[in-house]
């Protein structure tokens, strides 16, 4: 699935995200957020992207150690749980970057506890469409993430990493040098396997799925990961960007490590910011950074916003009149019903309409259904259905109301956190534009429904998933979903 | 000791027998595929939880006791 | 007219064999009839899908334990040189090899059937549903298996019997291949063809297979037997 996002050079022509060219080139990186206002020289940022040159170039091994120093080396305990990473981490507070905001220490001691020797992944499939940071950091820096790989698997006395990649991503190869660049010195053997596209094949047990031969696609836990992985092993399996942080958190400790960010969010963060923007990049801010000030440090709007999209395809929007009001931290979006997850902040114009994105997406988050689940493949399909119809000005009156079954008929019915997130998307669009929603309903399709899509999605869709179509057992009144607006429901 | 309902929603392919067998504590959604009832089983329900369980075509349907489950 | 069974000895074996490989073949259909709702999911409030499928579990037992009967009655009459080993290993023995083989396959098939059905958590769902296909394997085998060495295939009323469960299970398949057609287009395709082909080959066999002169001969009746077998019926005829 291969995405370019504007760059800041490209900046002038006005950017079409519906249909993303297939460029190679390579989309640059961008770093340096806002400085905070008491910003103390060595604390402040870029971290992550420290030392990345403008014309965003690889650090390879001799720059990166240049930037970064030599990784420390741990010593060998007997017990696991003794490890000084791990207590470094806890006590860093660091919080998985891949979307669920897991505490890493937490899952570090959950790992070191188990039995058997256990083996490190590096997850950096990035399946959501609106994300680009892994893949920056992949192709920026991918020394920082192979370090905290090794770290992570010295302190669990784990003897393998692999990390995870989407096929057609731009990091493969500079991933692939990295490691050859490597050598043996690590001490840890670390393969580099390439994951298909797809939303899903980046969920934590879909990749171990794909990495232990199977399809990638979520599978049923327990056992959870960390008991029971890649080949039966427990499986420290973790962003990207989180590696990276344990990387720097293994050189500067963990009082540095929160000198930058909140009590509950400390550190940095790399944000994938899109929209109607000068430089829309991705950035990395301190968490807490408000998104006023990220704007402006990306050159400033070029339209006026209507709602900003947080947390990617499965978060939530906020209106665009309290963009002001919003600052980057988990603990201050809750107040808006909205997190940062991975980190994802993509600003919808006023020129847009949101009906018809909000319609698009959500097919699109139908289709991307692993097709396992019952509830998933038919609620989203119904879902994705009725909002099409809603858009269209074709639904029931008892549309919303279906939503909501919907919707609750959904939520935690399925292996994995999919249709969950569909859902949250879908009914915090409702909320938000609600007098969009209403308008078009009564009036069907606005002017500014044909007008090029702004929210990214990958360009060739995959096939519709349906599952085995024997008849379901009968319930007592049996209702299909409709599909008077044409829309092919899911079935 | 209390014991709970759960599903594996990949293995369930709405066969529908769990309803049948244990109305008091799962009922079909739209498309057939159970909804289960949280609350912990004991006594005659729980005998007849076992028997759903067994029912099920897939062994999609499980009862299990109490533990801590985290959510990584 | 069927003797009592207070006969004794060798013959009440052959009358047990006979009649509980009729009942097994009935009941062998009943129950691939019932898997086939069972998949279809069918029912109605008096017959819900457990009733069913309940139904369906003990009526493939109660075939299994009639057959049981048949193959053990078989071994034990005198008549006919059956060893247990025959009854297991199918083409090796000297009463019609073939059409006994057929029996012993069948049997075979339906052994794995039951075992793998009894040890279905240990297995798996996929596992035991690959080896659960067996069954539509079992069926046509067994019925080629009573023609073939059925005392009484010329009996006008087994005859229609035999037919009748031929159309249930061709029924049967028929109704399993549409469900949910076109997908899997190949295997339901093979499947009618060959439930077709079946019936064209019963068509075209009969006649001048078991149901024509001297199937006992042609099949594979040890010659020693062959004049006997006529004399032995009246016999036991005339001693009522």
């Given at each position: ?74 010593r ?36 070191a ?104 696609l ?14 039966r ?18 050189r ?19 944000v ?152 949250r ?18 009036h ?7 007008a ?40 | 000791?209390?014991?709970?309902l ?16 244990l ?27 076992r ?19 985290s959510?990584? | ?55 369906h ?38 009463y ?59 009996a ?85």
């Amino acid at each position: 699935m291969s995405r370019s996002f504007p760059t800041a050079e490209s900046s002038t022509a006005g950017f079409s995200t519906a249909g993303f060219s297939t460029a190679d080139d390579a989309t640059r990186a961008y770093v340096q957020a806002p400085e905070p206002a008491d910003s103390a020289g060595a604390d402040s940022l870029p971290r992550l992207l420290r030392g990345v040159p403008a014309a965003g170039d690889v650090l390879d091994i001799e720059r990166h150690l240049d930037v970064h120093g030599e990784l420390p080396h741990e010593r060998k305990r007997k017990r696991r749980s003794a490890s000084e990473l791990i207590e470094q981490v806890e006590r860093a507070g660091l919080r998985g970057r891949g979307g669920a905001g897991f505490p890493t220490g937490a899952k570090l001691r959950a790992v070191a506890a188990q039995r058997s020797r256990p083996i490190v992944v590096v997850n950096a499939a990035e399946g959501e469409p609106a994300s680009d940071k892994d893949r920056v950091l992949c192709q920026l820096a991918p020394h920082l993430i192979l370090d905290g790989a090794v770290a992570t698997a010295h302190a669990l006395g784990a003897h393998e990493a692999i990390v995870g990649v989407c096929e057609s991503s731009e990091g493969v190869e500079t991933l692939a040098r990295a490691i050859e660049e490597r050598g043996s010195a690590d001490d840890v053997r670390i393969e580099l396997a390439t994951v298909p596209g797809g939303y899903v094949a980046g969920q934590e047990s879909a990749l171990i799925a794909h990495l232990n031969g199977a399809p990638a696609l979520p599978t049923f836990t327990p056992p959870m990961p960390f008991e029971q992985g890649v080949r039966r092993r427990p499986t420290m399996l973790s962003n990207a960007e989180t590696f990276a942080n344990i990387a720097l958190i293994a050189r500067h400790g963990p009082d540095w490590f929160r000198a930058l960010g909140t009590a509950d969010q400390p550190g940095s963060a790399l944000v994938t910011l899109s929209g109607p923007l000068t430089a829309p990049a991705v950035y990395e801010i301190e968490f807490g950074t408000s998104l006023r000030a990220l704007i402006d440090a990306a050159g400033g709007l070029r339209a006026p916003v209507r709602a900003v999209l947080l947390g990617g395809y499965a978060g939530a929007w906020v209106d665009g009149g309290l963009l002001a009001d919003l600052a980057l931290s988990d603990a201050q979006l809750a107040r808006h019903g909205a997190s940062l997850g991975s980190g994802v902040v993509t600003l919808l114009s006023a020129e847009a309409c949101p009906v018809a994105e909000t319609a698009r997406v959500t097919r699109w988050m139908a289709g991307e259904s692993a097709g396992q689940c019952g509830p998933c493949v038919h609620g989203l399909g119904a879902l994705a259905g009725t909002i099409s119809e809603l858009a269209a000005g074709v639904a029931g009156h008892d549309a919303e109301q279906r939503v909501d079954t919907l919707a609750q008929l959904v939520r935690r019915r399925g292996a994995c956190g999919h249709p969950d997130g569909a859902v949250r998307f879908a009914l915090s669009a409702i909320e938000v534009f609600r007098d969009e929603f209403a308008d078009h309903a009564r009036h069907g399709a606005c002017e500014r429904c044909s007008a090029a899509a702004e929210l990214p999605l990958p360009e060739h869709p995959r096939a519709q998933p349906h599952m085995d179509s024997r008849p379901r057992a009968r319930a007592s009144s049996r209702r299909r979903s409709r599909t008077r607006s044409g829309e092919r429901a899911v079935r | 000791m209390s014991h709970r309902l759960r599903l594996n929603p990949i293995a369930c392919e709405a066969h529908g027998m769990c309803a049948e067998l244990l109305p008091e504590r799962i009922t079909l959604d739209e498309w057939g595929y159970p909804v289960l009832d949280e609350e912990p089983l004991s006594g005659a329900v729980l005998d007849h939880a076992r028997r759903a369980a067994q029912a099920c075509p897939t062994f999609a349907l499980l009862v299990e006791r109490e533990r801590e489950r985290s959510r990584t | 007219m069927i003797a009592p069974l207070a006969v004794v000895g060798g013959s009440a074996y052959w009358y047990l064999t006979r009649s509980t490989g009729i009942v097994g073949l009935l009941l062998l259909t009943l129950a691939v009839a019932l898997g086939v709702v069972d998949v279809r999911r069918w029912s109605t409030p008096r017959w819900p899908r457990f009733a069913l499928d309940t139904l369906h579990r003990n009526v493939s037992l109660l075939a299994m334990a009639f057959l049981g009967v048949h193959v053990l009655t078989s071994v034990l009459d005198s008549f006919a040189p059956i060893s247990i080993v025959d009854a297991v290993v199918p083409f090796l023995g000297s009463y019609r090899p073939f059409w006994l083989g057929l029996g012993a396959l069948s049997l075979d098939m339906l052994l794995a059937v039951t075992i793998s059905s009894l040890l279905r958590r240990r297995i798996g769902y996929t596992g035991w549903r690959a080896i659960h296909w067996l069954t539509y394997a079992s069926w046509p085998i067994a019925l080629l298996h009573s023609f073939g060495t059925g005392t009484d295939v010329k009996a006008g009323w087994l005859l229609a019997l035999s037919i009748l469960c031929l159309l249930v299970v061709l029924a049967a398949v028929l109704a399993r291949a549409i469900s949910g057609w076109p997908q899997h287009l190949r295997a339901r395709g093979a499947a009618l063809g060959a439930a077709g082909a079946f019936s064209l080959f019963l068509l075209l066999w009969l006649p001048d297979g078991p149901l024509g002169s001297e199937w006992a001969r042609r099949s594979g009746t040890p010659a020693k037997l062959l004049g006997h077998s006529a004399k032995a019926k009246t016999k036991k005829g005339a001693a009522r």
